[in-house]
């Protein structure tokens, strides 16, 4: 994972995290006989990248975001910020290799006693498909609980769905919801609130939901019939939601854009010429090219056309 700039003993962290459903601290120090401080410290850094994320299940406890949905989302943010380094073409392979494996993780329908923890593995390997939208429907706040998965959101986003949150209230008296209500504000994506929302439920392309009740029952949902008025319930929420105010401030208006150079990702995969991209964009050809330029050397492609479909197979697109 040299390539995308996470260090080796980073990735063995992480690798170590993927073995189990979940992880204290001093037990992954003792799997791996390292001091725990050092891998405290690894493990934050992994938090920080979107890699790891808390226990919905276990207080204090940590599991590994889903390779499929981490490990395009720390890529596209390397990007970005402009610190990915060149990478040599192993490298990218080994990336492509690891992103496809991904796909190949264990991912059947979950039964109904599964945990918080495998309902959120299920959602991240469902929402690297997303094409079109997903909803949350929150009804209270809960650490580690999927609908503040910043991965999630960025997966969806990047490949051009719309992202709707309708919060229960009192969500937003969490510290850690009130942050991520910002930061989706930021990606203009604010979520909505109203007073009470009746469970907890993530709905992706209209095609299929996991739902959890009261009992912290998980259950996927695919018949056409339940996902329609599920579906129905979500947008009432949406419509009398009020958008979510933060310190007193007017809801937010007009928040970041995502990042052109994704978008441009995005429609060279689809086959744009540079052009047909600049008008799409409203920017000029240069830009294009010398974003096109930047995407070739981050993935390692001889060609624009190559530049696409690798974009693709890391799924950053």
């Known amino acids: 994972m040299a ?41 934050e850094g992994l938090r920080a990248d979107g890699l790891a994320s808390g226990s919905g299940d276990v207080g204090g406890a940590v599991r590994a975001v889903e390779p499929c949905i981490a490990l395009p989302a720390l890529l596209a943010r390397r990007m ?22 991904a796909a190949e993780r264990t991912g059947g ?20 498909k ?24 960025d997966m969806a986003l990047r490949r051009g769905a719309t992202v709707r949150a309708v919060w229960a209230s009192s969500v937003l008296q969490t510290p850690a919801a009130a942050a991520h209500a910002q930061w989706l504000a930021e990606q203009d994506t604010p979520p909505r609130s109203v007073g009470v929302v009746p469970f907890r439920a993530v709905i992706m392309d209209g095609v299929v939901a996991v739902l959890l009740n009261d009992a ?12 329609e008025r599920l579906g129905a319930l979500a947008d009432r929420l949406w419509e009398h939601g009020a958008a979510v105010r933060q310190a007193g401030r007017p809801a937010y208006a007009g928040g970041a854009r995502r990042p052109r150079s994704e978008i441009v990702l995005r429609l060279l995969a689809e086959g744009l010429t540079d052009d047909a991209i600049a008008r799409r964009l409203g920017c000029s050809v240069r830009t294009v090219r010398n974003d ?16 696409g479909v690798r974009a693709m197979q890391v799924g950053l697109v």
């Open 3 to 43: 390539g995308i700039g996470l260090d080796r003993r980073s990735e063995l962290v992480y690798r170590k995290l993927l073995l189990r459903a979940r992880w204290r601290t001093d037990e992954l120090a003792g799997a791996l006989g390292w001091p725990e401080g050092e891998v405290v410290a690894l493990v």
């Open 80 to 101: 970005r910020q402009g610190r990915a380094p060149q990478p040599r073409p192993v490298e990218v392979e080994r990336f492509i290799s690891l992103h496809e494996r």
């Open 109 to 128: 329908p979950i039964a109904a006693s599964d945990s918080w923890d495998n309902a959120s593995v299920t959602i991240e390997r469902m929402v690297a």
């Open 130 to 153: 997303v094409e079109r939208e997903i909803v949350f429907l929150v009804p209270g706040y809960v650490e580690g609980a999927f609908e503040l998965s910043r991965p999630i959101v």
């Open 216 to 227: 912290d029952r998980v259950r996927v949902i695919r018949a056409p019939a339940e996902l």
């Open 292 to 307: 096109v330029a930047s995407a070739m050397v981050a993935l390692d492609a001889r060609s624009r056309f190559q530049a």
